[in-house]
């Protein structure tokens, strides 16, 4: 399960659903794997503003990867040399959007961090409930038992 | 066609449709997922509609097959059957995860659009249909939140109908509206198999919607019978107007409503 995904999701217990404590859920004993994809610019960048950026932050540590920056990424960031690119644009006109965009190192780290980078195993765990849901073969299961629902 | 019986307590409700619904998509996810590749008119239509970079809801994904036909929005799938979400994780760079209708893992007000494609209809009772409707809406960004102003998210929910007289079935208006429809799975036998294939264009056009195999129509003269299984897996057929009536029942407001192909359909926002 890509870590995009956490993003979305949050306790399925209802009463957990109003507690902050709830978002993000919190993995454990993670058993991480990569799975490689082209990167895709526009995707990034439609993404960008719906992430929740702290609590990402927290998972990526929580994960043990490298730390990710205080402040999220601009869409500018996720290109490699965007502000020159701007300036010619003005200059010359159509030409320019002819040019292939380049993704910057930023748009590379969040690649991999948000889409590559996977659950295959271990748990997520509401902060709330302590409430542990399983994720195996990268699939996570949110169906609760009979006296939960 | 047999009628269902369907027990009218929450807890029993619950285990008739582990029994006559999860429990038999789990076991016939692949065969069912392999006659589901061509999305609805409809349903394409919407997802096409969604601004670039809108996020989305997938409830009852199946195989995933609505996950792929817009690459620019960003889709979560979640299905009740493990093995189906499963096969919905193919789709890259949507997610898909197991998840009950009811018990929704998603904040709040948080998605663009959601879909919910031959999915409520499962449910046994009126009153957990219209709590599947609910916990669907509950998902959509309400209208004050929306970037253009009072629309907020949208959902497409589809039913499948009772008024299809034209159809294989033959169901209509006046008919028992709780059924159980069969599916036939059949043994694996390499010459089963090669029949099915040519066969299966030939069931898609009798069909409806729906389109899975009857007995009667598919049986390869080669297979034997005893070695095929039928599952009956549990419908509530929607008569017109019921499934406007549930969404406004939920909460929600219908923007637009109609009929496609043995199937009631409709759009609808959270109220103001």
Redesign the interface.
């Known amino acids: ?2 870590l ?2 956490l993003n ?7 009463t957990c ?1 109003t507690s902050p404590a709830s ?1 993000p859920l919190h993995p454990r004993d993670a058993e991480l794997e990569i799975i490689e ?1 082209e990167i ?1 610019l ?2 990034l ?3 960008l ?2 992430l929740m950026w702290e609590e990402i932050r927290v998972i990526a540590s929580e994960l043990g990867l490298p730390s990710l920056p205080t402040t999220p990424p601009t869409r500018e960031d996720l290109v490699e040399g965007a502000s020159q690119a701007q300036a010619t644009e003005q200059a010359e006109g159509e030409a320019v959007a002819e040019v292939e965009e380049v993704p910057s190192q930023t748009a590379k780290d969040l690649h991999r961090i948000l ?1 590559e980078t996977g659950i295959k195993e271990g748990k997520l765990v509401c902060g709330n409930c302590a409430h542990e ?1 399983k994720v195996m ?8 038992p ?1 006296h939960l ?1 | 066609m047999a009628t269902a019986m369907t027990p009218d307590d929450s807890q029993g409700s619950q285990r008739y449709e582990e029994e006559h619904v999860h429990s038999v998509y789990e076991q016939i996810a692949s065969h069912f997922s392999s006659t589901r590749y061509k999305p609805w008119p409809i349903v394409e239509r919407f997802l096409k509609e969604q601004q670039d970079g809108a996020v989305g809801a997938d409830i009852g994904c199946g195989n995933g097959k609505y996950l792929a036909v817009n690459p620019r929005v960003y889709i979560v799938g979640s299905d009740r059957s493990r093995n189906l979400a499963q096969i919905a994780t193919q789709h890259y760079p949507h997610s898909a995860i197991v998840a009950d209708n009811l018990s929704l893992p998603h904040p709040a007000s948080t998605f663009d659009f959601a879909i919910s494609i031959a999915v409520v209809h499962h449910l046994s009772t009126p009153a957990r249909r219209v709590e599947a409707v609910e916990a669907i809406l509950e998902l959509l960004k309400s209208p004050q939140q929306g970037e253009v102003a009072a629309s907020g998210g949208k959902a497409l929910i589809y039913v499948w109908a009772l008024e299809q007289k034209d159809s294989r079935r033959g169901w209509d208006e006046g008919h028992e509206q709780d059924v159980m429809v069969p599916w036939v799975l059949k043994e694996k036998k390499e010459k089963a198999q090669k029949e099915r294939k040519g066969r299966r264009k030939e069931a898609k056009e009798g069909a409806g919607v729906e389109g899975e195999k009857s007995a009667a129509v598919n049986q390869p003269e080669s297979a034997k019978p005893a070695e095929d299984k039928t599952f009956l897996r549990y419908y509530h057929l929607y008569k017109k107007g019921e499934l406007e009536r549930d969404i406004t029942e939920a909460g929600g407001e219908v923007v637009e409503s109609g009929y496609e192909k043995d199937n009631w359909w409709a759009i609808a926002t959270r109220k103001q």
């Open positions: 399960m890509k995009l995904t979305f999701l949050t306790c399925a217990i209802k659903k978002f994809s895709n526009p995707f960048r439609n993404i503003p719906r889409l849901y073969e990268g699939v996570a299961n949110f169906l609760l009979g629902v």
